[in-house]
């Protein structure tokens, strides 16, 4: 990172023109702002959200002390892209960032930015994964999380600040060494997984993980309490994607998309509060902060403000749908999705001879393989949730009913009582797709590095994007152009 200290005297200049000196000074009503960041943590896999077989009582501690989001969605199942997408409130497709490793492109602006221009100190530890353009826009970094903490205090000073903490937990791979400490006994399987003592060892090994961040979550949140900021900070946890096993992170299913989304802000949001009458976007956090700091984003920002949920979740307006897109990801894809607060619609454009693309962290992982054998030595054994990772031909349009079907087991896109609901998602979803400045599965093209029916990486290689330079507006989608 050493750009970081290259860039920051140009940095700093470019925002003194855009700051005052009045901007410089804390006003009553802006708070320091903390983002937690996990990396691959499942939704269901910290004690608020009903997991009693994992160790997480710091994040639990947010959760009391705040509002709890039931119904979190990430724009996408990838790590760098998401997290491009919740820094710049926009959709991966339209900045373009969509494949994992995808830097962000020169010109895209990010939350950091905006807020130094309202005098904010900013900084980043840990996991980068946004690429120089996006980094360059934080004022600080280090690699550390919870021994860097002190400095990043002591170089904000008197400023409110901006933190984005991105633990490098609970991604793989993890310690295979030694026992984990959490029982594997205890390990949740979900319907998708083939339940054996390799599966419950790695999922024992992935709370162990998870535990580790949130014992660095509680030695934070103490330094913050020594200085006496605790008081004056807005505190948000979330994950980027869904956790690292089969159908879960790198799908649309609820299990790659949906997210914890805890906040904690003393004086504003009420304690224990709980929201789940609608599904909130991710994307949407963004300009959520910027509005908690009294800054407005530019018209590019796609997401919108949820600012008022915070300190009145029983009044506030929900909007009706999130959408989620999946694409390369050692395998390429080229899927979309609407959800509303029941309903699921997953749309996918290509590959459809071809097996679900599993990440290669997975593809190598005790559950991927457990779940293999069992797939090659006794097929007849697989659940109808198993066998969804090797059907072929898939289906192009899949929809869930997500009240009595939490796992997206049931397809029932082709039941022809359901005829109207398809049509009438697929023409919510195909509108989104046109106004966010998508583009179809046969533009920006990338080869696989990972086989689909084994799970494990035959390159350590990122394909070239094929394929990138798309037509003229007027020929997308089929449309005609003037005349």
């Known amino acids: ?274 929201y789940d009458r609608a599904p909130v976007g991710l994307v949407d956090l963004m300009p959520t902060l910027l509005e908690v700091a009294g800054v407005a984003p530019d018209s590019l920002v796609q997401g919108r403000s949820f600012r008022s949920l915070l300190a009145a979740p029983e009044s506030y307006t929900p909007q009706e749908y999130v959408f989620t897109e999946r694409n390369w990801h050692d395998c390429d894809e080229h899927q979309r999705a609407v959800r509303d607060g029941r309903w699921k619609l997953i749309r996918t454009d290509a590959y459809t001879d071809l097996p679900l693309c599993t990440a290669a962290d997975i593809g190598t992982s005790p559950s991927f393989q457990a779940l293999r054998q069992r797939a090659a030595s006794a097929p007849a054994r697989l659940t109808a949730a198993q066998r969804r990772l090797f059907e072929v031909p898939r289906a192009r349009l899949e929809l869930y009913d997500l009240e009595r079907d939490p796992w997206e087991v049931h397809n029932l896109a082709g039941d022809p009582a359901q005829a109207a609901r398809v049509r009438q998602m697929a023409e919510v979803l195909q509108e989104w797709m046109e106004r966010t400045d998508d583009f179809p599965a046969a533009w920006r093209v990338r080869d696989d590095n990972t086989d689909r029916i084994t799970g494990l990486p035959f390159s350590n290689r990122i394909p070239p994007l094929r394929d990138s330079i798309p037509p003229p507006p007027d020929v997308r989608w089929g449309t005609k152009g003037p005349g």
């Open 1 to 274: 990172m050493d750009h970081f200290r290259a860039t920051l005297l140009s940095l700093l200049a470019l925002t003194a023109g855009a700051s005052t000196l009045g901007a410089l000074q804390r006003p009553p009503d802006r708070p320091n702002i903390v983002v937690y960041v996990a990396d691959d943590l499942g939704w269901r896999d910290t004690g608020v959200y009903g997991n009693a077989a994992v160790r997480t009582p710091n994040i639990d501690r947010i959760a009391r002390s705040g509002l709890t989001v039931r119904y979190a969605f990430v724009t996408s199942p990838q790590c760098s892209p998401s997290r491009i997408s919740i820094l710049s409130g926009r959709y991966p497709h339209t900045t373009r960032t969509e494949d994992l490793h995808t830097p962000t492109p020169t010109g895209v602006r990010i939350l950091p930015s905006y807020l130094q221009s309202a005098g904010y100190f900013t900084g980043m530890m840990a996991k980068t994964h946004l690429g120089p353009n996006a980094e360059r826009q934080f004022q600080w970094y280090s690699p550390e999380t919870v021994a860097a903490l002190p400095a990043f205090l002591d170089s904000a000073g008197t400023r409110p600040f901006f933190l984005w903490v991105a633990f490098h937990e609970p991604h793989r791979p993890y310690d295979t060494t030694a026992a984990p400490s959490h029982a594997p006994e205890r390990s949740v399987v979900t319907p998708y997984l083939v339940d054996t003592r390799a599966t419950r060892t790695d999922i024992a090994r992935y709370y162990d993980a998870v535990a580790a961040m949130d014992r660095k979550i509680g030695e934070m949140t103490a330094e913050l309490e020594r200085r006496g900021l605790a008081g004056k900070t807005l505190v948000v946890f979330l994950s980027d994607n869904g956790a690292p096993f089969p159908r879960e992170k790198g799908t649309l299913y609820d299990s790659g998309t949906r997210e914890p989304l805890l906040f904690s802000w003393p004086g504003v949001v009420q304690p224990a509060a709980v």
